[in-house]
């Protein structure tokens, strides 16, 4: 057998080896700082609402273990408890026990809680602060101890579930409940019936699709027009098109609106798909794409007798695949995640056109006081556009490094 194809790392590959392994622990670290908060949104959502406001709080969605002890008809919450030095997991079978707070006559500071019936007078007394009070034989960790009586209050009793003789009494308050991992997929239910977001979730897939679909046809269209069709002023409109991205939204509003009010499309869906079917940065996307594909191609099926649409449709379109990607995945994603404009156009009390986004903002004061109903609401909405954008972001890279080519 040749030895010499079998042979140790060398220094130069551990060093590689281990400067491959320091970046990949470095980004995971990143990434999972920035996973975090949709981790724990998701969690939440799935969560109990005493759960959910629970300090410290924990992670993974948790909620009280009961168990069905023979006697009670109802299950019976659990809770730890401790008895002879062990730590051991009771039923709660009685909340509210009259108690005695007990303490020996020369150790005031020394209190027990011991329920009142199981404390009995045993014919003596003792002075306590110059006063005379009857002695009590009070039960303490097995045995008879003389006490007097220094304040009331309140204890639980627990039982043993496999035993339901065996009791500890303890304060309730104080006590740490028996948790389990638990789900509860029912959250999802329960908010797809507040505030109508059922049909929100509806309207804002109607309203993002049409506008991905619009969006893309005309920036093809537009692109296609200012790569490859020669008119004149065609550069001079296309950097006066261009120029319209610099306006700020807030500039458009009160004009936009007041188109809205001419055609009769206030507080109605049309208002939020028509206005943005028309793009400056698809346009260029699109323009940058196609003046990459050589002109030879062009030529030769505009010899063979083809139309600029059939070029259009079965030349540029296949080879534009990873721009059309990342356009419809940056529509979808302003689309679907648009506030403003239908919080303007859209009427609050209209909850047949709501969106998502306005169904949100009317559910975080109605379910105020359930953080999991509204994160369960938060992530009905951010789940769709994170699948696409995981799904698509292998178009991006590619599509930035030819949209950068100039024409």
């Known amino acids: 057998m040749n030895s010499s194809r079998f042979h140790s790392p060398t220094k130069t590959q551990w060093s590689r080896w281990l400067t491959n392994a320091l970046a990949y622990i470095i980004l995971s670290a990143f990434a999972l700082v920035m996973l975090f908060p949709f981790l724990y949104m998701f969690a939440t959502s799935l969560k109990t609402p005493d759960d959910t406001y629970n300090y410290p709080?924990?992670?993974?969605?948790?909620?009280?273990?009961?168990?069905?002890?023979?006697?009670?008809?109802?299950?019976?919450p659990m809770y730890y408890v401790e008895k002879d030095g062990q730590r051991l997991a009771f039923a709660l079978a009685q909340q509210t026990v009259p108690a005695g707070v007990y303490a020996p006559p020369d150790a005031l500071d020394q209190t027990v809680a011991v329920p009142l019936e199981l404390a009995?007078?045993?014919g003596q007394t003792a002075v306590v602060d110059g006063q005379e009070q009857p002695l009590l034989d009070v039960p303490v960790d097995g045995q008879i101890v003389s006490m007097v009586q220094v304040g009331k209050t309140a204890l639980g009793r627990f039982i043993n579930p496999d035993n339901p003789s065996e009791e500890v009494f303890q304060n309730v308050r104080k006590s740490e409940p028996v948790n389990r991992i638990t789900w509860n997929p029912e959250n999802y239910?329960?908010?797809?019936?507040?505030?109508?977001?059922?049909?929100?979730?509806?309207?804002?897939?109607?309203?993002?699709?049409?506008?991905?679909?619009?969006?893309?046809?005309?920036?093809?269209?537009?692109?296609?027009?200012?790569a490859r069709l020669r008119f004149p002023g065609r550069d001079k409109l296309f950097v006066v098109y261009l120029g319209t991205m610099m306006i700020p939204f807030v500039m458009l509003i009160i004009p936009l609106y007041q188109l809205m009010v001419l055609f009769g499309w206030v507080d109605s869906l049309a208002a939020l798909i028509f206005p943005w079917v028309f793009t400056a940065y698809g346009t260029f996307l699109m323009r940058q794409f196609f003046i990459t594909v050589p002109k030879e191609i062009e030529e030769a099926a505009l010899i063979d007798g083809a139309s600029r649409l059939q070029i259009l449709w079965r030349i540029f379109l296949?080879?534009?695949?990873?721009?059309?990607?990342?356009?419809?995945?940056?529509?979808?994603?302003?689309?679907?995640?648009?506030?403003?404009?239908?919080?303007?156009?859209?009427?609050?009390?209209?909850?047949?056109?709501?969106?998502?986004t306005l169904t949100l903002n009317m559910l975080r004061g109605r379910a105020s006081d359930q953080g999991n109903i509204i994160l369960a609401g938060a992530a009905i909405s951010i789940l769709p556009p994170m699948i696409l954008f995981i799904l698509g972001q292998r178009f991006f890279i590619e599509s930035a490094m030819s949209s950068g080519v100039k024409g």
């Open 57 to 76: 709080p924990r992670f993974f969605p948790r909620e009280q273990s009961t168990v069905q002890v023979e006697g009670y008809p109802d299950p019976l």
């Open 120 to 122: 009995v007078p045993n």
């Open 189 to 226: 239910v329960r908010v797809m019936t507040l505030e109508n977001m059922g049909r929100s979730l509806t309207n804002t897939t109607l309203v993002t699709l049409f506008v991905v679909i619009g969006q893309v046809t005309t920036s093809v269209l537009g692109g296609y027009a200012f």
């Open 318 to 356: 296949p080879a534009a695949a990873p721009a059309l990607a990342t356009l419809a995945t940056f529509t979808f994603l302003y689309a679907w995640n648009s506030f403003f404009w239908p919080l303007v156009i859209i009427n609050t009390g209209n909850y047949d056109n709501h969106v998502l």
